[in-house]
């Protein structure tokens, strides 16, 4: 099939272009969120970049939606309607901001594209009214049992910690980094210690990195810490249970579901959490262990074969009720 879809979750894209079709991604000249393209990532030729002016001369099978305004984009650069001229479907990647059990999706009126969440805690959480939904979950290109877990500090993932605050946990770390310390790896992690009031050996911003080095760096330290409260499913914490890391996280959305005992602690008390990092400093190798569980886990239920095989089924059924409503 031809797909068309912008490039608007890397993460998430990074899974989605692997399969075996045609994955058409908009580009314009400022390369925005609205022409991004590849973005300079290293995907599959399969992954193509279109000239946002020539989508409409383009032959496209159907179209994966991020964002309500791509429907109206659609209509415009394509001449056609998605979900009525086109096969469609909407990747809700999010939890709801403004209110997290009363918030009707912005496609909540249509029953002609269906709504694909991509944690079961979204689909729960979501008023997504007469849409049809699905529930797809992630899938993570394996990077290999990297873990070493050779530095007795926590690695931390969040993008922007000081802006998000209390949505990504930045006010529970120097709870942790009081006993262990931190490395947070993200954009925007320059002034955390200073923000938070703690020295920068205990709480170290660690950058913005590729996704190659992030692996490596994370991989050197004893376990990751996910100290979100809302969120749809941070990748990272994927990522890092396949990489081998023992995981550490704060029982919210859809950790509980994501962390089997074995590969970690999941906890919404965050002194039990501090308490196992603790434990996991002083014992490498029940560290070790808890990793080897978490990525057994992550390969099974969020390998790239089983994403891809519910994205075809997916996309098979909605080009197959296209084809009878035209006939």
């Known amino acids: 099939m031809r797909i068309l879809a912008w490039h608007v979750h890397g993460g998430w894209m990074d899974a989605f272009v692997r399969g075996g079709h045609d994955y058409l991604l908009p580009v314009n000249a400022a390369r925005d969120a609205w022409g991004l393209g590849r973005g300079g990532r290293d995907w599959p030729a399969r992954a193509i970049e279109v000239a946002e002016d020539a989508l409409g001369d383009e032959a496209v099978d159907v179209i994966v939606l991020q964002r309500p305004q791509e429907l109206d984009r659609v209509t415009r650069l394509l001449g056609r309607r998605p979900g009525r001229d086109v096969p469609a479907v909407y990747v809700e ?25 991509v944690t079961h805690f979204n689909r729960l959480m979501w ?3 007469r849409a049809p939904t699905r529930v797809i979950e992630h899938g993570i290109p394996d990077p290999g049992h990297l873990y070493s877990g050779r530095l007795p500090r926590l690695a931390v993932a ?9 949505v990504t946990g930045t ?18 992690t320059e002034g955390l210690p200073e923000r938070l009031g703690m020295p920068h050996d205990l709480v170290r911003p660690a950058g913005d990195l590729p996704p190659a080095a992030l692996h490596r760096e994370m991989a050197a330290r004893r376990a990751y810490l996910h100290p979100f409260r809302w969120t749809s499913l941070g990748l990272t914490l994927l990522e890092a249970m396949t990489m ?28 039990e959490l501090v308490d196992a990092a603790v434990r996991l400093m002083a014992d490498p190798d029940a560290a070790r262990a808890m990793g080897g569980a978490g990525r057994a886990f992550a ?29």
């Open 299 to 327: 390969l099974a239920h969020y390998g790239l074969d089983r994403f891809l095989g519910d994205w075809d089924l997916l996309l098979a059924e909605q080009r197959e009720t296209a084809a009878a409503v035209a006939s």
């Open 158 to 166: 969040i993008n922007e910690p000081v802006r998000r605050w209390r």
């Open 171 to 188: 006010d529970l770390l120097p709870g942790f980094a009081s006993s262990v310390p931190l490395d947070v790896f993200g954009m925007g």
């Open 127 to 129: 008023d997504s009214g």
């Open 244 to 271: 081998g890391m023992p995981v550490l996280a704060l029982a919210a959305t859809e950790g509980t579901r994501a962390v089997p005992p074995d590969a970690g602690v999941v906890s919404a008390d965050p002194d």
């Open 93 to 117: 990647h999010d939890t709801p901001k403004a209110e997290p059990v009363n918030q009707r999706h912005p496609l909540a009126d249509r029953d002609d594209i269906p709504i694909v969440h």
